[in-house]
């Protein structure tokens, strides 16, 4: 968690941009949140649909995104892995990670990786969008999907 240099704002002009959002059930309390934040921002950015779609786990993500990106100006991933005993934790992170980007180039759309990948579990939750969170992730990482999405837009026009 940085702190430091993040775009402060509560909203994009999303007018008639369309939303995917996909996120896993793994620490469901956590990631319902973090939705629930997600669908918050798309609505304060006036986008005109929002599709919503759940998997079991991380891993799922890339090819959910996929399938949306096809359809959405823009990808939300969300999900929470917390880092346990084993390798098991890298070989999640990285594989996310690297689907997540190679569906965004791919399709030529937008995925923000809102997937909280973290030591404990009162990590997760400092930055799951809670009154007493330090970060709001599912609502930050909306709005960098729209932005983008926006900016995409207007690099079309140009």
């Not at 775009?7 to 007018?15: A, F, H, L, S």
């Not at 929002?50 to 786990?57: E, F, P």
């Not at 939300?76 to 996310?96: K, M, N, P, W």
Request: aromatic share 4%.
């Amino acid at each position: 968690m940085a702190g430091t240099g993040v775009p402060v704002r509560e909203r994009v002009d999303g007018t008639g941009l369309t939303l995917g959002v996909v996120a896993t059930r793994w620490h469901n309390e956590l990631v319902d949140h973090m939705l629930d934040r997600a669908i918050e921002a798309g609505e304060a950015s006036n986008v005109d649909h929002i599709t919503v779609a759940r998997v079991d786990g991380a891993v799922e993500l890339p090819v959910l995104a996929q399938a949306l990106a096809r359809r959405v100006d823009a990808v939300v991933a969300l999900g929470v892995v917390i880092r346990g005993d084993t390798s098991h934790f890298e070989y999640v992170c990285q594989s996310v990670t690297d689907g997540l980007t190679r569906v965004a180039l791919d399709e030529s759309t937008p995925v923000a990786h809102g997937v909280l990948t973290v030591d404990n579990y009162a990590q997760a939750r400092a930055r799951a969008g809670f009154e007493d969170s330090a970060e709001d992730k599912g609502y930050a990482a909306t709005l960098a999907a729209l932005d983008a999405a926006c900016a995409l837009r207007q690099v079309a026009k140009s």
